[in-house]
């Protein structure tokens, strides 16, 4: 059987990490050459092929930019019960992340995203944007510990629903800015459990006419990891929101003179990830939550609510696919829904997106995009749908 030599380059490098590399034809004379040695009887080419590879260094700071622009179509722009207006649109998307490699038990990233949509109909929305900008600290600590602290600003210019907490029904182009302060230590046991315990802090100012309030969320998670990034967890949070001037509202609707109103809202929650091939390809995740809001006045905003949302992810080569399906059933006790019946308000939105990549080239992806909203109301003027996408390119440095 012949031999097997290996390039002086590579023979090199090796010695540098284990010490020695005695090959079938090694001799003691061999073994104690050094690496300037090697070099000496390298060529020019191959001698600088070693200086590459021992000055070689991992850079701490690792960043990633994506760009993303398309054009599409939506068909209710504003979200109207009565009348929609669509348009054609050109959709513009920036996302940045910013990592540092962990170092002595410290994690810290940084993600920044920008997307903006133009409609060409200008009339009755001309543009919607979203903007999110947000920094994470981590710490492990010793005996299965880690620590998190987190600060996040979200901005949003857009069409909303505002009916789950106003008196009225109705969609409204909202401009508002979000302050989020977290911080979180996780327990890591050695059974294959994580116990999460978390408080945020939110301040939302909106423009005019919505009100700007806090908010105050503790939450408790309980995981359990099993497989390959495999989980299923059990969280539990209550949310105070107090709003600046917001009256509360008596069991009929109407505003109660001086007065604050604030909404206590208790939410249970059951999620599971799962991978369903060893390569990985496959990826499902399932949640289901249970909301009970109330509200300090006479309940008329009082809400149970149910959320159930499930999604798909697929990636294979060239190609990558993920789909989404949301529901939320809104059930109001003592809100009436305006019906000659005098029932009392339910409501039941469904949400529903599909996304498809394919790589073009290392750096370049081809996208289509496809999105559809509905909100199916017993109250009367409580319905509208909306349907829409876009399609276009996607580069990644």
């Known amino acids: 059987m012949p031999r097997t030599r290996i390039r002086p380059v590579l023979k090199v490098l090796l010695w540098a990490i284990i010490g020695f590399f005695p090959g079938d ?23 600088k092929e070693l200086e590459q590879l021992l000055n070689f260094r991992i850079p701490i700071w690792e960043t990633i930019l994506t760009i993303q622009s398309g054009a599409g179509f939506r068909d209710n722009v504003a979200l109207s019960t009565v009348q929609s207006s669509s348009s054609a649109l050109i959709n513009n998307l920036l ?10 038990g410290w994690q810290f990233f940084v993600l920044g995203s920008f997307e903006d949509t133009r409609f060409l109909d200008r009339n009755p929305v001309d543009k919607e944007q979203i903007g999110l900008l947000a920094a994470v600290l981590k710490k492990e600590i010793p005996n299965g510990w880690e620590w998190e602290s987190a600060a996040q600003y979200f901005y949003q210019n857009q069409v909303i629903d505002l009916s789950t907490s106003v008196q009225l029904p109705g969609t409204l182009k909202v401009e508002g800015h979000t302050l989020v302060g977290r911080t979180a230590l996780t327990r890591h046991f050695d059974k294959p459990y ?9 301040r939302q100012n909106f423009a005019a006419p919505i009100d700007d309030y806090w908010e105050a969320i503790p939450r408790l998670r309980l995981t359990r990891h099993y497989g390959r990034r495999n989980e299923a967890n059990l969280s539990y949070q209550a949310s ?24 206590l809202l208790h939410r249970t929650e059951l999620g599971w990830r799962h991978y369903w091939d060893t390569r ?26 149910w959320r159930l949302s499930e999604q798909l992810a697929w990636r294979r080569d060239r190609w990558e696919t993920s789909a ?27 949400v ?3 996304r498809v990549d394919r790589s073009l080239t290392e750096k370049l992806k081809l996208y289509v995009k496809w999105d559809f909203e509905i909100s199916d109301s017993n109250q009367p003027g409580g319905d509208y749908s909306a349907t829409g996408g876009h399609a276009g390119l996607v580069f990644e440095y």
Do not use: C
């Open 95 to 104: 996302d940045i992340s910013i990592f540092r490699l962990p170092t002595n």
């Open 324 to 350: 989404e399906f949301v529901w939320f059933n809104y059930d109001y006790p003592l809100q009436p829904s305006g019906r000659p019946d005098g029932s009392p308000r339910r409501r039941n939105d469904y």
């Open 25 to 47: 034809d090694a001799t003691a004379a061999d073994t104690d050459k050094t690496p300037a040695d090697e070099s000496a009887l390298m060529s020019p080419a191959e001698a």
């Open 194 to 202: 994580s116990l999460r315990a978390e408080l945020e802090l939110d």
């Open 240 to 263: 105070h929101r107090p709003y600046d001037h917001r009256a509360e509202t008596g069991s009929t609707g109407m505003d109660v003179v001086g007065t604050r109103l604030e909404f």
């Open 280 to 305: 990985q390809r496959w990826r499902t995740d399932l949640r289901i939550s249970r909301d009970w809001n109330q509200d300090n006045g006479g309940g008329f905003f009082n809400y149970r609510r």
């Open 352 to 354: 529903a997106s599909l």
